[in-house]
């Protein structure tokens, strides 16, 4: 008897998101995504991240192999130093960092979040989908799951992943009790470069 193919829908289309449905696609598991935002024009904030060489493997096994070459060439040279100030810029700690070129795996790699999501979006058209603002699920022991969406439009799937960032609205749905805890720490990054005049 064979077993029904298994279908997962996420709710969140960023970096992790999207980087599990790329992986589930390379898998050939069925998929779908759906983002609150109206478009992928709406993505664009962000920051610079730095992905380590753990999330760097990450992206290589799951992303196709030119899609994976196109994100290495879309990062910046790694990082050589970190220094850490405290409010008055004084410095408390400075971390020199081995020196690995961009195309090894054991090198971090600086992108732009917008950069990320535009190519962890390439080639999942027909999985994404925008203008899906999740409100609630329903489901049953044993059976599928159902996603329902502000617009009235409902999903069914075996499996609902929250990607839908620190505020996730599924956590909050499946665990109540699990809040964020400020911490009141806070952090500023940013980055420069040495300049020979």
Same mark, same amino acid.
């Given at each position: 008897?064979?077993?029904?193919?298994?279908?997962? =829908?996420?709710?969140?289309?960023?970096? @992790?998101?999207?980087? =599990?449905?790329?992986?589930?696609?390379?898998?050939?598991? +069925?998929? %779908?995504?759906? !983002?609150?935002?109206?478009?992928?024009?709406?993505?664009?904030?962000?920051?610079?991240?730095?992905?380590?060489?753990?999330?760097?493997?990450?992206?290589?096994?799951?992303? $196709? %192999?030119?899609?994976?070459?196109?994100?290495?060439?879309?990062?910046?040279?790694?990082?050589?130093?970190?220094?850490?100030?405290?409010?008055?810029?004084?410095?408390?700690?400075?971390?020199?960092?081995?020196? /690995?070129?961009?195309?090894?795996?054991?090198? %971090?790699?600086?992108? @732009?979040?917008?950069?990320?999501?535009?190519?962890?979006?390439?080639?999942?058209?027909?999985?994404? /989908?925008?203008?899906?603002?999740?409100?609630?699920?329903?489901?049953?022991?044993? *059976? $599928? #799951?159902?996603?329902?969406? !502000?617009? *009235?439009?409902?999903? #069914? *799937?075996?499996?609902? #992943?929250?990607?839908?960032?620190?505020?996730? /609205?599924?956590?909050?749905? =499946?665990?109540?009790?699990?809040?964020?805890?400020? +911490?009141?720490? #806070?952090?500023?990054?940013?980055?420069?470069?040495?300049?020979? /005049?």
């Amino acid at each position: 008897m064979s077993r029904k193919p298994l279908k997962l =829908l996420i709710i969140g289309a960023g970096t @992790g998101g999207l980087c =599990l449905a790329q992986g589930l696609k390379r898998a050939s598991i +069925t998929v %779908e995504v759906f !983002e609150r935002d109206a478009s992928a024009k709406q993505q664009r904030q962000g920051y610079r991240l730095s992905i380590s060489a753990t999330g760097g493997k990450a992206l290589k096994a799951c992303l $196709p %192999e030119a899609l994976f070459d196109k994100l290495t060439r879309s990062t910046a040279q790694p990082s050589t130093a970190i220094t850490f100030l405290d409010h008055r810029l004084n410095r408390l700690l400075a971390i020199d960092l081995p020196h /690995h070129d961009r195309d090894s795996l054991e090198a %971090e790699r600086p992108v @732009g979040r917008a950069a990320l999501l535009r190519i962890l979006l390439e080639g999942l058209d027909d999985i994404v /989908h925008f203008g899906k603002k999740f409100v609630a699920f329903d489901d049953a022991p044993g *059976g $599928p #799951v159902a996603a329902r969406f !502000e617009d *009235g439009s409902w999903a #069914v *799937g075996d499996v609902l #992943v929250g990607a839908d960032g620190a505020s996730s /609205h599924v956590r909050s749905l =499946l665990l109540p009790d699990a809040r964020r805890e400020d +911490t009141g720490l #806070v952090g500023i990054g940013g980055s420069s470069e040495a300049s020979s /005049h």
